[in-house]
Nanobody
Framework: QVQLVESGGGLVQPGGSLNLSCVVS????????MGWYRQAPGKQRELVAA???????VYGDSTKGRVTIARENAKTTFYLRLNNLKPEDPGVYYC???????????WGQGTQVTVYS
């Protein structure tokens, strides 16, 4: 069974940077596509950035140009870095991985990010 656990959330100043980690237990090699999503209160969950089956990266409209994601299989960890934080960036950030062989999606429990001035 694959489990994902996010960490690194907390308070960040506007204009600052956010670094999140997602540790995968079980076999990370079983996961193909991986991504970061976020959900603000009263809003739907939205894409921050994610990899595709073709190895490309897709970005949310509000995060494009400010976000980097990376995967480190040796550490079974998936990373997010979001720069130049804006007032619309707070929310619960979730890590998601999709199993290669059956397409089942696994989600972490989320980590809260708050932007304050």
């Amino acid at each position: 069974q694959v489990q994902l656990v996010e960490s690194g959330g907390g308070l960040v100043q506007p204009g600052g940077s956010l670094n999140l980690s997602c540790v995968v237990s079980g076999s990370m090699f079983d996961l193909g596509r991986m991504g970061w999503y976020r959900q603000a209160p009263g809003k739907q969950r939205e894409l921050v950035a994610a990899t595709t089956n073709l190895g490309r990266t897709v970005y949310g409209d509000s995060t494009k140009g400010r976000v980097t994601i990376a995967r480190e299989n040796a550490k079974t960890t998936f990373y997010l870095r979001l720069n130049n934080l804006k007032p619309e960036d707070p929310g619960v950030y979730y890590c998601r991985g999709v199993a290669r062989f059956n397409g089942v999606a696994y989600w972490g429990q989320g980590t809260q990010v708050t932007v304050y001035s």
